[in-house]
């Protein structure tokens, strides 16, 4: 058997299995360019992938032969890299002698794996620092004009992905070229992503730099049994990750108003949903009233009023999601770090956090069904029961109005069920002369039904 975590018993391999894995996973050095991460988790990963040296072809702009010298240069990287590995992992196996099976302190795998590591990080990183020296020497004056964005590319690629937080992750590269802007648009804010693209890649790389920097220091947390070293690398760690955040929300409304006002409303939308998704994806009683605009049938007084009806519903629904955005910036934050402490403390509890946040979307909820049950006094009842997901909002209120009835006359169950029946019938004899009510109930009046315009 092979690892530290099978030198001995059943038991001691269990007390030692998360240190060593901890171990093996996390510690790692740094190189500099290419977009290299120092990631101790990537200690079994190549630093330079096939992806990698596909984009220096294109983005490089390079000619055959030089991409016929890097393809050789990169599949000789690839093989010494699978060699190294293959020889840590045998200097791992051999220490397994060096393990006491009566010391129950997992904190002794960590120390003896620790130097091993070291060994292989500057091993691998020495091989990933020459491929891209060997890269650059292939270059002209004039592609290596191309350097600097490229690298900022391949890091920002490799690494943007890696948010915890809300618009952490977010690549406005990706969001403007869905856009599908003409040429004209995009010579016009290019000097705009450029300026982002440059802002970006400092805050992530002063991420990046920090978390692996700090990944010793927790890792001393947990294995000298000292929480609250970890509590100041988990503060440094959110603040990091709230900067980059804070740069794609500051370059999204910079570049957005650089474009025509309906093509960055567009763009607004598209980023606020891959932020956001929980808030802006379309809720229920959005796809209800857009769904009724569509039915046959509908008076002129009727349509007009759906359509106040829904500007007003539209209008409260962005003041909550507003309020929704806010309450999550805010609370993100913390709720990672306290979250960071946790594992840093080994399973202590964490501070309940996030109660505003479902006590605001429980009120979001509670202004839509309210619109969605206003909307539903304008119709037919066949009408609102033709609309996709409308049984959310008619069978809460039949068993509602049922239970009522019941008990105010005495019947049973089935008594209320017939009751009910013939109010709809009466209404649908009626629906010719709803029409006439209809506009002054838009307007906050009474309603095709009798019932008041219910505004809290």
Same mark, same amino acid.
């Given at each position: 058997?092979?690892?530290? /975590?099978?030198? &001995?018993?059943?038991?001691?391999?269990? =007390?030692?299995?998360?240190?060593?894995?901890?171990?093996?996973?996390?510690?790692?050095?740094?190189?500099?360019?290419?977009?290299?991460?120092?990631?101790?988790?990537?200690?079994?990963?190549?630093?330079?992938?096939?992806?990698?040296?596909?984009?220096? +072809?294109?983005?490089? !702009?390079?000619?055959?032969?030089?991409?016929?010298?890097?393809?050789?240069?990169?599949?000789?990287?690839?093989?010494?890299? =699978?060699?190294?590995?293959?020889?840590?992992?045998?200097?791992?196996?051999?220490?397994?002698?060096?393990?006491?099976?009566?010391?129950?302190?997992?904190? !002794?795998?960590?120390?003896?794996?620790?130097?091993?590591?070291?060994?292989?990080?500057?091993?691998?990183?020495?091989?990933?620092?020459?491929?891209? %020296?060997?890269?650059?020497?292939?270059?002209?004056?004039?592609? !290596?004009?191309?350097?600097?964005?490229? %690298?900022?590319?391949?890091?920002?690629?490799?690494?943007?992905?890696?948010?915890?937080?809300?618009?952490?992750?977010?690549?406005?590269?990706?969001?403007?070229?869905?856009? /599908?802007?003409?040429?004209? *648009?995009?010579?016009?804010?290019?000097? $705009?992503?450029?300026?982002?693209?440059?802002? $970006?890649?400092?805050?992530?790389?002063?991420?990046?730099?920090?978390?692996?920097?700090?990944? &010793?220091?927790?890792?001393?947390?947990?294995? /000298?049994?000292?929480?609250?070293?970890?509590?100041?690398?988990?503060?440094? %760690?959110?603040?990091?990750?709230?900067?980059?955040?804070? +740069?794609?929300? !500051?370059?999204?409304?910079?570049?957005?108003?650089?474009?025509?006002?309906?093509?960055?409303?567009?763009? +607004?939308?598209?980023?606020?949903?891959?932020?956001?998704?929980?808030?802006?994806?379309?809720?229920?009683?959005?796809?209800?009233?857009?769904?009724?605009?569509?039915?046959?049938?509908?008076?002129?007084?009727?349509?007009?009023?759906?359509?106040?009806?829904?500007?007003?519903?539209?209008?409260?629904?962005?003041?909550?999601?507003?309020? *929704?955005?806010?309450?999550?910036?805010?609370?993100?934050? &913390? %709720?990672?770090?306290?979250?960071?402490?946790? +594992?840093?403390?080994?399973?202590?509890?964490?501070?309940?956090?996030?109660?505003?946040? =479902?006590?605001?979307?429980?009120?979001?909820?509670?202004?839509?069904?309210?619109?969605?049950?206003?909307? =539903?006094?304008?119709?037919?009842?066949?009408?609102?029961?033709?609309?996709?997901? &409308?049984?959310?909002?008619?069978?809460?209120?039949?068993?509602?109005?049922?239970?009522?009835?019941?008990?105010? @006359?005495?019947?049973?169950?089935? @008594?209320?069920?017939? #009751?009910?029946?013939?109010?709809?019938?009466?209404?649908?004899?009626?629906?010719?002369?709803?029409?006439?009510?209809?506009?002054?109930?838009?307007?906050?009046? #009474?309603?095709?039904?009798?019932?008041?315009?219910?505004?809290?």
């Amino acid at each position: 058997m092979n690892g530290l /975590n099978a030198c &001995s018993g059943r038991g001691n391999r269990m =007390r030692w299995a998360p240190a060593v894995v901890v171990a093996l996973g996390l510690t790692a050095s740094a190189s500099a360019q290419f977009g290299l991460s120092p990631s101790i988790s990537s200690a079994f990963r190549q630093a330079i992938t096939t992806r990698d040296i596909q984009l220096a +072809v294109a983005d490089l !702009q390079l000619d055959e032969n030089q991409r016929f010298i890097l393809e050789t240069l990169f599949a000789d990287y690839q093989a010494d890299f =699978r060699t190294g590995v293959e020889g840590f992992r045998q200097r791992i196996t051999d220490l397994r002698s060096e393990i006491d099976p009566t010391n129950p302190d997992p904190a !002794q795998a960590m120390r003896i794996v620790f130097g091993s590591m070291d060994q292989w990080q500057v091993e691998s990183q020495q091989l990933a620092d020459r491929l891209v %020296e060997d890269l650059k020497g292939l270059l002209s004056e004039e592609q !290596q004009e191309f350097w600097p964005p490229f %690298e900022r590319r391949v890091f920002r690629l490799k690494f943007l992905n890696k948010g915890r937080l809300s618009g952490e992750s977010l690549d406005l590269f990706s969001a403007v070229r869905r856009l /599908n802007l003409d040429e004209t *648009l995009m010579q016009t804010i290019q000097p $705009l992503l450029d300026e982002y693209g440059r802002t $970006l890649h400092e805050a992530l790389r002063a991420r990046e730099d920090y978390l692996n920097a700090a990944e &010793s220091d927790r890792i001393k947390a947990i294995q /000298n049994r000292k929480p609250a070293m970890s509590v100041v690398v988990a503060a440094r %760690e959110v603040q990091l990750r709230t900067a980059v955040r804070d +740069v794609n929300e !500051q370059y999204s409304v910079i570049i957005a108003g650089a474009l025509p006002e309906e093509t960055g409303q567009r763009l +607004v939308a598209s980023i606020r949903e891959r932020m956001y998704p929980r808030i802006y994806r379309l809720t229920p009683a959005q796809r209800v009233f857009k769904a009724v605009k569509k039915l046959d049938g509908l008076s002129e007084e009727i349509f007009e009023a759906i359509e106040s009806l829904e500007e007003l519903f539209l209008s409260e629904l962005g003041s909550f999601n507003e309020r *929704l955005v806010g309450l999550i910036k805010e609370q993100q934050p &913390s %709720e990672l770090k306290s979250k960071l402490e946790q +594992v840093a403390a080994r399973g202590a509890q964490s501070k309940p956090t996030g109660d505003a946040v =479902r006590e605001e979307f429980r009120k979001r909820r509670a202004m839509s069904d309210r619109y969605v049950n206003q909307l =539903r006094d304008l119709l037919t009842p066949e009408q609102f029961a033709s609309l996709p997901g &409308s049984a959310r909002w008619v069978e809460p209120a039949r068993r509602s109005r049922a239970k009522g009835a019941a008990g105010k @006359d005495g019947g049973t169950a089935d @008594d209320a069920r017939r #009751k009910l029946r013939l109010e709809r019938e009466k209404k649908k004899e009626k629906a010719g002369g709803k029409a006439d009510s209809v506009a002054g109930y838009a307007a906050g009046g #009474k309603s095709p039904t009798g019932q008041g315009n219910d505004k809290e």
